[in-house]
């Protein structure tokens, strides 16, 4: 089950976004999803992935409210 993960209304650039990500996976002790959620998003980034990309991957790991 995915945690939730408040992002609406927080500053949208992408790199708080995946901090606080980052900060609910760890929070929940979700270390082994911690671990992917870096892998993947490594991966976006040298595949020039964009700011929708990130969105879709945030909400893979989390529930966005």
């Known amino acids: ?6 992002l609406i209304g927080e ?10 990500v980052r900060k609910t996976l760890k929070r929940e002790g979700l270390r082994h999803e911690l671990s992917e959620f870096d892998s993947d998003f490594e991966q976006l980034k040298e595949n020039g992935g964009d700011y929708n990309d990130v969105l879709a991957l945030i909400m ?6």
């Open 1 to 6: 089950m995915k945690p939730t993960c408040k």
């Open 11 to 20: 500053n949208g650039n992408v790199f708080n976004l995946i901090a606080i």
């Open 60 to 65: 893979e790991y989390v529930n966005v409210e």
